[in-house]
């Protein structure tokens, strides 16, 4: 039985294990597959480590196969976030369940609320509620809430609206969901706690002055502590400079062409250059109760990789699974895996110099594949030593 996973492992943690545990319990010889997001995370944020480390640490710590979910599934919405997760895993032909966490423990109850997602009637509550002026995340919350009786403080919760969407997205495949309730700290808590604390609060800790390595060792198994105590950790500031260069140097319709970027944002996007000192005080700007913080980070990044609206419409069609790190297990597992392409050494399937040719002759995937790269370069951009072209220089990492 073939389980798969959709992370981050922002870092891997003691919740991640327990998750690994709970479905190693339940599916006895269960082999597990992660996708897990690259260098951006699903916020527009650059990782905490490089995708290589994480994924080495996610099968250090129960995974066998841990793959990339592409850069324009990973850093969207939580709805094509599901859906690109889930897609990847299908077109893998291997996959049995799809395990994910959720605050709230009634797979019915999420189930109920994704199919009445697909409901003519919640597209036009939807439309409605958006025409007030409110975030699309509120509206689907508010919406749901009278639809199903479900509280709405519980649909509030991060990973409670991540798992209706993975059950969303399973719909169109024969992969089977597996429900693990999440164990002591949420999603977004910001407390750190003696055993298992949020990815959040355990990032917050690394960027004090003096991080908390007693209470935080606690979190993280010893080689995540390694990596962590080693790392040049990312600063978003970093990417404060060449954002007002990449709006400078671009005309009102390019940055309409910018997927993300609808109902006049390009003017708020030009006006903010004028008005703002650094990368908190550009976001303070833009945010509003329609924007949210990470809806204009993840624009940010789609503006700085000059993905468009076009692209997106037609690399969500478009598959590939690329191999980040594995285990002997998982090395069996790519045996098995009949989807192509597979991609290892990524020099077989695309170049350096191709990626700056920007060739029209490209395979779709091939473009697709090029913004994975060219994301990794951006999140280098954030780090004080500058290493580009990891993507061509680390091969997929065994961990015996």
Not at 259 to 288: C, K, P, W
């Amino acid at each position: 039985m073939v389980v798969g996973i959709i992370a981050e492992y922002n870092p891997f943690h003691n919740g991640h294990r327990y998750q690994i545990e709970q479905i190693r319990k339940r599916i006895k010889n269960a082999a597990i597959v992660a996708v897990m997001s690259g260098n951006f995370t699903q916020r527009g944020e650059p990782a905490i480590l490089n995708k290589f480390t994480r994924a080495a640490l996610a099968v250090n710590g129960g995974c066998d196969l841990v793959l990339e979910l592409p850069f324009t599934s990973a850093v969207r919405s939580a709805q094509d976030f599901a859906r690109g997760g889930v897609n990847l895993l299908k077109n893998l032909g291997i996959v049995d369940i799809l395990a994910f966490g959720s605050e709230l423990n009634d797979i019915e109850i999420l189930k109920q609320a994704a199919e009445r997602m697909n409901d003519t009637d919640f597209k036009n509550y939807l439309q409605d509620k958006l025409n007030t002026g409110i975030s699309y995340a509120n509206a689907v919350c508010q919406i749901l809430s009278n639809l199903t009786g479900t509280v709405e403080k519980y649909l509030r919760l991060p990973n409670v609206m991540l798992a209706i969407e993975y059950l969303r997205a399973l719909q169109s495949t024969n992969i089977e969901p597996l429900l693990i309730p999440r164990n002591a700290a949420q999603h977004n808590d910001k407390i750190l706690h003696s055993s298992i604390s949020s990815a959040t609060s355990i990032r917050n800790a690394l960027y004090s002055k003096s991080p908390d390595w007693g209470n935080i060792s606690k979190n993280i198994d010893s080689k995540t502590l390694y990596a962590l105590k080693s790392a040049d950790l990312p600063i978003i500031e970093y990417l404060f400079r060449p954002l007002l260069t990449k709006i400078i140097c671009s005309n009102v319709n390019e940055l309409k062409n910018i997927y993300g970027m609808n109902e006049g944002l390009e003017n708020r996007l030009i006006n903010a250059i004028h008005s703002t000192q650094n990368f908190n005080e550009f976001l303070d700007f833009i945010v509003s109760r329609r924007y949210t913080r990470t809806r204009i980070q993840r624009l940010v990044i789609h503006l700085l990789t000059g993905l468009t609206k076009e692209q997106v419409k037609i690399f969500d069609e478009t598959h590939y699974a690329r191999i980040l790190s594995f285990n002997q297990r998982g090395r069996e597992l790519i045996k098995e895996i009949k989807k192509s392409p597979l991609i290892t050494k990524i020099t077989r399937y695309i170049t350096s110099q191709a990626i700056y040719e920007r060739s029209n002759i490209f395979k779709v995937y091939q473009q697709k594949l090029s913004l994975d790269i060219i994301s990794s370069d951006i999140f280098s951009i954030t780090h004080r030593n500058i290493k580009l072209g990891q993507d061509f220089t680390i091969s997929p990492i065994y961990c015996p």
